[in-house]
């Protein structure tokens, strides 16, 4: 299995424990930058939210009970600590800058210079 990142994303969380919990709930704003060979992929992004699908590069991978509660898996819960850190949150869109290769967006919950995986119109919005 591959996966490559398509960008970076720039938040004002400078550490994962800075971050909040469940981004959505929240107003912080952050910019998802979109590498070059991937710029097309912004084109008539017109959706009023989005979901980041973003790697916790900075997680604990080896984490697979709650510190809260042990009785629980890290599969019942959102937290970005498990074997493959993959994460989901959906940002209400700010602005798409195609041209610039970004999108601000406003509800973000991860580090500064998280990995970006994916950007998918929410399921609102999507259109296919």
């Known amino acids: ?5 398509i960008g970076t994303v720039s938040t004002p969380f400078e550490t994962t ?5 469940q981004g959505f ?3 912080a704003e952050g910019v ?7 710029a097309a992929g912004l084109s008539g992004f017109d959706a009023e939210s989005v979901v980041v699908v973003w790697w916790a590069d900075r997680a604990d991978r080896s984490v697979l009970t709650l510190d809260r509660d042990p009785s629980r898996g890290v599969f019942t819960s959102r937290s970005p600590a498990r074997p ?7 940002c209400r869109v700010v602005a798409v800058d195609v041209d610039a290769r970004t999108m601000t967006v406003r509800g973000v ?4 210079g998280s990995p970006v995986i994916d950007l998918k119109a929410s399921l609102e919005d999507r259109r296919d």
């Open 17 to 21: 424990s800075d971050a909040p919990s």
């Open 32 to 38: 998802v930058r979109v590498d070059e060979a991937y």
């Open 109 to 112: 919950d991860m580090a500064d």
């Open 84 to 90: 493959n850190p993959v994460c989901l949150t959906e």
């Open 1 to 5: 299995m591959q996966c490559d990142p």
């Open 25 to 27: 709930h929240d107003d």
